[in-house]
């Protein structure tokens, strides 16, 4: 081999504190996954699936039961009206998604702008379809308002003629952030006039807590028109290892992903699709979620509380982060190193989300609350001893 497209690429955060959970029996609450099963009779969907011989190739954009049930969970969420067959395409996950739509709207030597905290596999989907990412930093958290927040002046700022799409990942992992509607507003007149394409990754769409929605960029038309708005069954579903995720976009956008999307895997798990379909017919299947992550979240913070970790505010998603300042003044990545192997807790640096190092916020780690209450409060145990 004479060449690597991504040399300085090596495995995920994710993967390597995974993988040091299991050599040190810690508690993972670092990558993001539920450990409970999926509802039986979603179980159940995918077994008749299975039997009733749904076995061959899936129809390259997706079945279309399941197409369908998406079109009608967007009419009844976000009164956006797309059409499955033109607009709709099923995807192994939305990573492949967003890495189809990137390679969909960019051209070799574009800018993609990203807003860092940046989720891990943005910037090598970019790199790989020879475009250039300029990352732009969110605002911290000030006493005036302790939440993470998109910058739209930054963003503004970092737009040039060569600036092809803007990807932006809200409820936001790692930080929580959602979108308000003054956010919208400020997108639609950033991209006004412009070329712009959005890439929209809302994985965390039905995990958005205390009685705020989820501001889709379906919602606006202006937005809709011009977007990628890329999903997961993984979170919604509990099942992150099924991978069926989607692309809704206008079909002039979804021609071209589906052009990747064909050779990148032609089409995904034919059984799976038809069981989810079956599933997720009622869009109010998703209805309970945002109460029931919650609780989860509140569990967290009260178990926290009682740590010397402090426990950062979480509008979204199933992450929450904590300042571990009272506790240690190692670096980030060692921190997380220690924890998992001298106390059995293991986390997630937030620093493996930065591009920019010198943004990096020195005490700061990610846990994930997609947990059993007991294994939260098995790991609150350990965290008292610090
Ligand atoms: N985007 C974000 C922000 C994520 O956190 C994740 C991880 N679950 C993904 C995309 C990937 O989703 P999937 O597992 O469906 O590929
Ligand atoms: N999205 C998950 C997280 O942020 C990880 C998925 C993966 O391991 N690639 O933890």
Redesign the pocket.
């Known amino acids: 081999m004479s060449s690597s497209r991504l040399p300085d690429v090596g495995t995920?955060i994710?993967?390597i504190m995974?993988q040091l959970a299991i050599e040190h029996g810690a508690i993972n609450l670092?990558?993001?996954?539920p450990d409970f099963l999926p509802d039986a009779g979603l179980i159940d969907r995918v077994e008749a699936a299975m039997r009733a011989g749904h076995d061959q190739y899936a129809p390259m954009p997706g079945v279309p039961a399941l197409r369908q049930a998406i079109a009608a969970k967007y009419q009844a969420h976000y009164g956006r009206s797309y059409d499955p067959d033109a607009h709709i395409t099923i995807t192994s996950g939305a990573?492949q998604a967003l890495m189809c739509a990137v390679f969909a709207c960019t051209a070799p030597g574009d800018e993609v702008i990203v807003l860092e905290p940046v989720?891990?596999?943005y910037l090598p989907s970019i790199r790989l379809a020879g475009a250039v990412a300029v990352p732009v930093a969110m605002r911290k958290p000030t006493l005036e308002d302790p939440r993470y927040r998109p910058d739209w002046d930054a963003v503004r700022a970092a737009i040039t003629p060569r600036t092809a799409a803007i990807m932006i990942n809200f409820p936001h992992?790692?930080t929580g952030a959602i979108l308000l509607e003054e956010d919208l507003d400020a997108l639609e007149s950033l991209v006004a006039d412009s070329r712009i394409t959005l890439i929209s990754d809302e994985v965390y769409e039905h995990m958005v807590f205390d009685g705020e929605p989820h501001r889709s960029l379906a919602t606006r038309p202006a937005l809709a028109e011009r977007a990628f708005v890329i999903s997961s069954f993984g979170k919604a579903l509990h099942a992150?290892g099924w991978k069926i995720g989607w692309c809704c976009a206008p079909a002039r956008l979804t021609a071209e992903l589906r052009k990747i999307h064909q050779f990148m895997v032609f089409s995904v798990s034919t059984p799976m699709q038809h069981g989810i379909a079956a599933f997720v017919a009622d869009p109010a299947v998703h209805d309970e979620l945002p109460g029931f992550y919650q609780a989860r979240r509140d569990h967290l913070a009260q178990g926290l509380a009682a740590t010397r970790l402090r426990a950062l505010p979480c509008p979204g998603t199933f992450?929450m982060l904590a300042d571990y300042s009272d506790v240690s003044q190692l670096p980030q990545q060692e921190f997380v190193r220690w924890l998992t192997t001298e106390h059995g807790v293991t986390t997630?640096p937030v620093s493996a989300f930065m591009v920019v190092p010198e943004r990096v916020e020195p005490r700061i780690v990610r846990l994930?609350f997609a947990k059993q209450t007991q294994t939260l409060d098995d790991a609150f145990g350990r965290l008292r001893a610090l």
């Open positions: 995920t994710f993967t995974s670092g990558q993001g996954f990573t989720y891990d596999s992992n790692p992150t992450f997630i994930c």
